[in-house]
């Protein structure tokens, strides 16, 4: 016994010892000032963010966690972002733990990258940033001519959507209930990328849940067909994406596209009501991003994307149960997909143009972008620009201007009023 | 007498040997200078700008390199290079494969921020690295074969005497013409000029110190000047170690991913 804690000891000690820790981080205080009439704008963002390692020879142990403050109410939340071990071996390796995965070619804008859920908050960040840490056990194969990565989530994730915030103007009211939870929690994900030298390419495959709510049942009023109550649910998704990345020219062209096929549940009519009807709903859509950059000798690049969505076939109607004949009558809403990329929300089909550069020996970084709405009139633009005048801190000045169609419910009328300055300075440690 | 009369003899033979050395021959020489199987470089760049003459420090990038240099097979070399400051960038990276002959180097970034590792342009090794005036190619070495040699004529150097080399590149229009600076002594490069394609001087590298360690010569201390913007960088090496048995599995996009 006295050996064995000698041994476990001197094994504890010596990791210790040949461990490598480290830490790093930012601060990144902000404000975001209304454009309309000069009001904040209260909602959370992430005034810390600290990734903390521990690395001893095959092994890592990574823990990032976040302190998410609101200025209004001055009240700080800690989240614990990610938290998970890391495995080695020659042939790869292995994650286990909560996690953010990143699939995908295109920039900031990944249809085929679903294993984790997005965190609405943060929708106009770009990569890890925007996706909530899933539990999820992830390993992947190399070889010299291909990579292949599978990613297993035991347990059902869903967005984080900002509920009943005033301040953002695509929020809903309230946090709607949500009756039909998934019967089959278990996620899996496969890609399989290769690398050729005129690019790589790639191919995956999720058969997960969505990760938005979606009308499942409705009891209706028999007379009328109005509704007396509605309830919601999360529909399975199962996707198939393709992403690739190759150079024509002086252009880089780097392309995603990801099928999604989307089922309801078998959900039993337990109130035995005759006026119990189920949404069934059996859909398949796509997205898409086309991209491509161009960079200066002077370092500055330009990327076009071109955004899109599409409903390619749709088997959607009303069925009651108990008499089993479906309903005519009664109105279909329209289809929301549950899973895929924020974006699509925004628009069909829109275009993104973004700038970036950076001057006098990178002290100053400038971006902007223009998205256009392809279907209506809407349109985004921003602008946004950092000086560092000292090493690891900056200056953050950004601007966000929403033009909507006029139409009321267009996403970009809607956002109008999100219309904003922001403020913030970022030290990186 | 007669020993001084050898010496003269060898000198005027040696000279000789070396008036005959073709500009080709040069650069084989210097390539032939003993290379370490593989390289692990930690090292600091000081960026100055033409409107900051006042040598202002606080703009620095540490870095770490490792490199592995192949003697048979597919691969000339493979290369990461690693951020370790300025903070915000702290673990970008860079994953080089030069191939042997003329197929173009493979190259992937990884940018911490997105958590992804992406494929980058080949011709980009002509760009800027991270906003010093190195370009990504000048961290990976150039295979003889893809220039022709014409031996220019001998200048000195920070009191090194050299031969001036005209590099031309024989069909790869991201590079264009080079002067090279290589000391007839030692054969190591001393400084470079960079011309674009309509051959306007636009770069000059000099390499100030070398240290030899074990049988191994190491620039420790290079500046890069742009002359179209006066810009310059200024790259110090901070510590360097050979032959550490380097595994073929750091320079993989796993290895990339982990820092």
Redesign the interface.
């Known amino acids: 016994m006295k050996r064995i804690k000698i041994t476990i000891t001197s094994f504890l000690v010596v990791s210790l010892i040949q461990a490598q820790f480290s830490v790093?981080g930012?601060i990144n205080p902000y404000a975001m000032i209304r454009t309309k009439d000069s009001s904040k704008i209260n909602l959370p963002f992430r005034l810390l963010s600290l990734d903390t390692g521990y690395s001893f020879e095959s092994f890592?142990i990574k823990i990032n966690t976040a302190v998410e403050h609101r200025i209004k109410t001055n009240k700080s939340l800690l989240d614990l972002r990610e938290a998970y071990f890391?495995f080695?071996p020659?042939w790869?390796?292995v994650k286990l733990g909560k996690q953010?995965h990143?699939w995908?070619?295109a920039?900031a804008i990944n249809p085929t990258n679903n294993a984790n859920p997005y965190d609405y908050y943060y929708m106009f960040k770009?990569?890890?940033?925007t996706k909530v840490g899933v539990l999820s056990l992830a390993s992947?194969y190399?070889s010299d001519s291909f990579?292949i990565e599978i990613v297993v989530n035991p347990y059902f994730n869903k967005n984080r959507i900002p509920y009943a915030e005033k301040d953002f103007p695509l929020a809903p009211d309230n946090e709607p209930k949500v009756k039909y939870y998934p019967n089959e929690e278990l996620e899996i994900g496969v890609r399989l990328q290769t690398?050729l030298?005129i690019?790589?390419f790639s191919l995956s495959f999720f058969s997960g849940n969505d990760r938005m709510p979606s009308l499942h049942t409705g009891i209706f009023s028999n007379e009328s067909s109005a509704d007396i109550s509605m309830d919601l649910g999360y529909r399975r998704t199962a996707m198939l994406g393709l992403d690739f990345?190759t150079?024509i020219g002086?252009f880089?062209i780097r392309a995603e596209s990801a099928l999604y096929e989307t089922k309801t549940g078998i959900i039993e009519n337990n109130n035995r009501l005759n006026n119990f009807y189920v949404l069934n709903e059996d859909v398949i859509y796509s997205q898409y991003v086309f991209q491509f950059e161009y960079?200066t000798?002077?370092?500055l690049m330009f990327s076009g994307q071109f955004i899109g969505s599409r409903t390619i076939n749709e088997d959607r109607k009303w069925q009651n149960n108990s008499i089993e004949s479906s309903s005519g009558e009664i109105i279909i809403p329209d289809f929301n997909p549950g899973m895929g990329t924020p974006f699509a929300m925004f628009s069909n089909k829109a275009f993104l143009i973004s700038s970036s550069g950076?001057f006098?020996?990178?002290?100053i970084d400038i971006q902007g972008s223009v998205m256009l709405n392809l279907e209506n009139s809407g349109l985004f633009y921003s602008f946004g620009s950092g000086y560092?005048p000292?090493?690891?801190w900056?200056v953050e000045l950004a601007a966000t201007q929403f033009l909507g169609s006029g139409k009321p419910k267009d996403p970009f009328t809607l956002m109008e009023d999100f219309s904003h300055v922001r403020i913030g300075i970022?030290y990186?440690? | 007498m007669l020993h001084k009369t050898y010496l003269a003899i060898l000198s005027i033979l040696i000279s000789f040997c070396s008036a005959q050395l073709s500009g080709e021959e040069i650069v084989i020489r210097m390539n032939k200078n003993p290379n370490p199987s593989d390289i692990k470089i930690k090292f600091k760049m000081t960026?100055?700008?033409n409107?900051?003459k006042n040598k202002n420090k606080?703009?620095?990038r540490l870095m770490e390199q490792i490199e592995k240099r192949y003697e048979d097979g597919v691969f000339n070399s493979k290369l990461l290079l690693r951020f370790m400051?300025?903070?915000?960038v702290?673990g970008f990276s860079l994953l080089n494969w030069s191939w042997v002959g003329e197929?173009?180097d493979?190259q992937w970034l990884y940018?911490p921020?997105?958590?992804?590792t992406?494929?980058?342009?080949?011709?980009?090794k002509?760009?800027?690295f991270?906003?010093t005036e190195f370009t990504y190619s000048d961290f990976i070495k150039r295979d003889t074969n893809l220039d022709k040699y014409n031996l220019l004529g001998s200048d000195n150097f920070r009191g090194n005497k050299c031969f001036m080399v005209e590099a031309n590149p024989i069909n790869d229009l991201s590079y264009g013409v080079r002067i090279l600076w290589i000391d007839d002594t030692d054969y190591l490069l001393r400084k470079i000029e960079f011309f674009d394609n309509i051959n306007e001087k636009i770069k000059v590298l000099e390499i100030f110190d070398y240290v030899k360690n074990n049988q191994y010569w190491t620039p420790t201390k290079k500046i890069m000047k742009n002359l179209l913007n006066g810009?310059s960088t200024k790259m110090e090496v901070i510590n360097v170690s050979y032959d550490q048995g380097l595994n073929d599995?750091l320079f993989?996009?796993?290895y990339l991913k982990?820092f």
């Open positions: 790093s930012e890592d890391a080695y020659e790869g390796e953010i990143s995908g070619a920039d770009v990569g890890a940033g992947t190399y990579q690398s030298n690019g790589d990345v150079f002086d880089t960079t000798s002077n370092d950076v006098l020996d990178d002290q560092s000292i090493l690891n900056k970022m990186n440690f | 960026l100055f700008s409107a900051k606080k703009h620095y400051e300025p903070k915000e702290r197929k173009n493979d940018i921020k997105l958590r992804k992406k494929r980058i342009r080949p011709s980009d002509s760009r800027k991270q906003g810009s599995n993989s996009e796993k982990r």
